[in-house]
């Protein structure tokens, strides 16, 4: 090949590769800033679900270093996308006796079930960066409260993936990569 076309087909990678960005972060924008009860309204409205599921949330204690249950009645919604919002609601929840790893004014942007991945995307606002304590611990519970609640009560979900305001971050405060998608880790619960 010379090099006048190996040139142009650079250019056409290239002009290509933005156009799919641009059209990827406009997709992505009238979703931004939306609270949990806003989310997953398009999806897959026309399935036939139970009122109520059980689900367990592992949360932390003062007297155990592994994450432990609480059951709660969760309403499905008619909309079965908005049935992660409503979990998610769930988690945010607070009472005195639980811990729950993350910082207190936590805001998501969104919530998304990609099927063919078998994964949930969890979008939070930048404000995570700024107000997250720090540390490897704290990364750790940060992540699998969120991931092994999310997989333990969703059979259909496999891993959980995290953005910062739509876009990836290699890390949350400088300890574990972030830009892939996490698996559940149950050694750290105890389903009781």
Do not use: W
Request: aromatic share 16%; proline share 4%.
């Amino acid at each position: 090949m010379n090099r006048r076309l190996i040139y142009i087909l650079g250019i056409l990678a290239l002009i290509f590769f933005i156009t799919s960005l641009i059209i990827f972060l406009n997709s992505n924008s009238d979703i931004k800033k939306k609270s949990p009860d806003q989310i997953g309204k398009n999806v897959d409205a026309n399935v036939n679900i139970p009122s109520k599921k059980i689900v367990k949330i592992f949360f932390l204690t003062e007297s155990s270093q592994f994450f432990r249950p609480e059951k709660f009645y969760l309403t499905i919604p008619d909309n079965k996308g908005e049935i992660y919002s409503e979990f998610l609601n769930l988690m945010f929840s607070e009472t005195s006796k639980r811990i729950i790893p993350y910082p207190e004014n936590l805001k998501l942007n969104s919530v998304y079930y990609v099927k063919s991945e078998k994964m949930i995307i969890l979008d939070f606002q930048e404000d995570l960066l700024i107000d997250f304590p720090g540390g490897t611990r704290s990364e750790i519970e940060f992540i699998y409260f969120f991931v092994n609640n999310i997989c333990y009560n969703f059979k259909e979900v496999e891993k959980v993936k995290f953005l910062i305001d739509g876009n990836e971050y290699k890390t949350i405060s400088g300890h574990l990569d972030i830009q892939n998608a996490f698996f559940p880790d149950y050694k750290i619960i105890r389903d009781e």
